[in-house]
Structure formats: C-alpha cells, structure tokens
C-alpha cells in the first residue's frame, strides 16, 4: 500500500514540475487537448482535484461548509471556465495548492478507510481507484503541456507498468459516454515490451477487460507507453510505434467507443 500511495505524490510532483516549465508565454498556446491551452489544462485539473476532494469529504461525512469546493460536477464546470481566464500565475498557484491538498487527503483516506465508497460523476468506486483515477490524470495532463513548454518530458519510469493496465481496467466507465454504447466490438492490446495482453469487449452497453489472449475484431501491438497515448487519444499509432491489425478503421476509432479523459 505504501509504494502505491508515494505514486500518486510523486505524480503529482512530475505533474507540478510540468506546470512550472510553462514559460511566460506559453500559457496561451495549444495543448495535445484539442482545443484547449495551458491554461485550460492546469484549470481542468486544479477544478478536478477540487471536486474529488469535495467528494470524498463527502463520503468521509465531513462537513465542508464554507469551504471553497465544488457542490457538484455543473460547478465545476463553471469553475473551471473562470479560472482559465486567470492570470497564468494565479492558475499555477491554484494548481499547486488544489493538487497537494486533495493528494495529501486521499492518501489520508487510503491508510485509514481505504474501503470507503466515493460518489463521484460516473458512479460509485472506493478510495483506491481515486486515487489511482489521480496518478493518471497528473500524467496524462502534463503530458499534455509539452507543446506549451515547447520540448518534451518523460513519463516516469514506474508509470507505464501501473498506468496502462489501470487505464484499460477502467475503459467501462468511458464506454458509458460512447455514441456507440449499445453496439459490439472487440480490441485485442498486446504489450511487447513486458508484461500485458489484454481482450477489451464492448457489448450490450457495457465494456469488460480480461488479462488474455484471444482473437478481437481490431488489435493494437506495440512498446508499453505508445499504446498507453494512444488509448488515451494522444496521437495516432504510427506515431507511438503501434501496430495494427484487424479492422483498421474500427481501431482507428477507439477513442469513439472509449471517450476521455
């Protein structure tokens, strides 16, 4: 349980060190989010560790009367669009202290009722999967600030090895967002640089992972990190050294049956 409550801390810190290299005028240029800048990525995560931290009070049945925390997922929104008009350094200050409180109170929860249930947007999970919910989106989004920074930074070494069967254990909650919820369709993972094969079925309006090998309508092979992006929707698999085979044009769209973060 230790080493896996250091990782969210140390998330966090590649994440802050991330937010730190944003030059000055890098705070208005583009993000590997479409659409959004710097500014709006730092905004998404600070308003997002709020609302997390708000929701496990919550669950912790804390009152968090006049504290300055989301009420619920429509506010954050709303707190998100303003604080990505804010000054850049009022937005990398807001996103160091909303970081390490909410990081500093999910490992609270973790050692000491690491069996509560978390309400939060797409249903009901326990404590570990938020934070584990966290270590991904610090390493997703600072990945995302590279082209603001202007030159890339490496993922930690121990990421990939948690992060990307994580992420596809948690592919059914983004199937729930999916145009094609309700429809059928297979992908076969393989990882060839250690250890994963995964089967991820989508069926009925619901989404599995299984840890096997099998026959799938669509399969993506390659190295551990470039088939991480590229589940995440960072880039296309030549890019990331991912072979494909199958149904070319249903692995092309992956990102339709499986939306976010």
């Known amino acids: 349980m230790e080493q ?20 000055a005028d890098g705070w208005s240029k583009a993000t590997l989010c479409e659409g959004w800048t710097a500014s709006h990525v730092v905004a998404h995560v600070a308003s997002g560790d709020q609302l997390f931290r708000a929701k496990l009070m ?10 300055d925390l989301p009420v619920d997922f429509a506010d954050r929104q709303r707190r998100f669009q303003a604080m990505s ?11 160091h202290e909303e970081s390490e409180k909410t990081v500093a109170a999910i490992i ?16 009901q999970v326990p404590v570990t999967v938020i934070r584990g919910l966290r270590v991904n989106e610090y ?16 993922t930690p070494e121990w990421f990939i090895d948690r992060g990307l069967g994580d992420s596809i254990n948690l592919m059914g909650r983004l199937h ?30 619901q989404a599995l992972a299984e840890s096997l090998h099998g026959k799938a309508d669509a ?4 190295p551990g990190e470039g088939l991480y992006w590229v589940l ?13 085979h199958g149904d070319a044009a249903l692995a092309s769209s992956f990102k339709e049956w499986f939306p976010g973060p």
């Open 4 to 23: 896996k409550v250091s990782r969210l801390a140390q998330a966090r810190d590649w994440y802050l060190g991330a937010v730190d290299s944003i030059p």
């Open 176 to 205: 729930q967002r999916s145009q094609h919820k309700g429809k059928s369709a297979s992908f076969h993972i393989h990882r060839t640089d250690g250890e994963g094969e995964w089967i991820l079925r989508a069926e009925g309006g």
């Open 85 to 95: 008009t804010w000054a850049p350094g009022k937005i990398r200050t807001a996103g």
């Open 108 to 123: 609270e929860a973790v050692n000491r009722t690491p069996e509560t249930i978390v309400t939060v947007p797409f249903g």
């Open 232 to 244: 995440m929707g960072r880039g296309n698999p030549e890019e990331h050294g991912v072979e494909v």
């Open 219 to 222: 399969a993506l092979r390659g």
């Open 58 to 67: 919550d669950a912790l049945g804390v009152d968090r009367t006049g504290l």
């Open 139 to 154: 390493i997703i989004h600072g990945h995302d600030l590279t082209p603001a920074i202007g030159r890339s930074i490496p």
